[in-house]
């Protein structure tokens, strides 16, 4: 059974900074690409992030181009998003999701991340 | 960015009734190697979204026979032939053609 369990969500300051983790099993994870996908409270679904299996295609939001950072440890199964220079709208859970065809098939049950002061 | 536009985003529906959502995308979704990268997830209360529909028309493994997906190029249709109380919930489209992907807003369907 394909399962994808992100952590480090918790609250941090406007201009902090924050690492999330996806660690996955039940899959060959290094052979294929994946997804971080963020939900504000209360909206939509906004994509974040994507990596290929060896982490040399990597894709970004405008809105976080230059702050988020995408990696992958094969070895270790898990996908990583590191986070900078923080904003309130940053603000929301954060999935990670195996991609499949194209788009996000598989995801995980998300980790809140809240920025406030 | 590709602006991905569904309609409606409210739609109250009688259970046993047909459903039917709308997605349009500002640019062709035509992708160069000949696919077209348009998905449907649905988002029941309190759980992580799930993948019903993949390159337009195909379901995923689960998904009931109740949903079809349909469309080309920029204009895209998810229906449900018959609603059933587990339907109900958030639907969102999303092209994943184009980098960076992007979601439509979302076409919350209530029982009436």
């Known amino acids: 059974e394909v399962q994808l369990m992100e952590s480090g969500g918790v609250l941090v300051q406007p201009g902090g900074s924050l690492r999330l983790s996806c660690a996955a099993s039940?899959?060959?994870?290094?052979?294929?690409?994946m997804n971080w996908v963020r939900q504000t409270p209360g909206k939509g679904l906004v994509w974040v992030s994507i990596i290929n299996p060896d982490g040399t295609k990597i894709g970004y939001a405008d809105s976080v181009k230059g702050r988020f950072t995408i990696s992958r440890d094969n070895a270790m199964n898990t996908v990583y998003l590191q986070m900078n220079s923080l904003r309130v709208d940053d603000t929301g859970v954060y999935y990670c999701?195996?991609?499949?065809?194209?788009?996000?098939?598989?995801w995980g049950q998300g980790t809140l991340v809240t920025v406030s002061s | 960015d590709v602006v991905m536009t569904q309609s409606p985003l409210s739609l109250p529906v009688t259970l046993g009734q047909p459903a039917s959502i709308s997605c349009r995308s500002s640019?062709?979704?035509?992708?160069?190697?000949?696919?077209?990268?348009l998905n449907w997830f649905q988002q029941r209360p309190g759980q992580s979204p799930r993948r019903l529909i993949y390159r337009v028309s195909n379901r995923d493994s689960g998904v009931p026979d109740r949903f079809s997906g349909s469309g080309s190029g920029t204009d895209f249709t998810l229906k449900i032939s018959r609603v059933e109380a587990e339907d109900i919930g958030v639907y969102y489209c999303?092209?994943?053609?184009?980098?960076?992907?992007?979601f439509g807003q979302g076409t919350k369907l209530e029982i009436k």
């Open positions: 999701a195996r991609d499949i065809a194209g788009s996000p098939e598989n």
């Open positions: 999303m092209q994943g053609s184009h980098w960076p992907y992007t």
């Open positions: 039940g899959f060959s994870f290094s052979t294929y690409w």
């Open positions: 640019q062709s979704l035509v992708y160069s190697d000949g696919n077209t990268y």
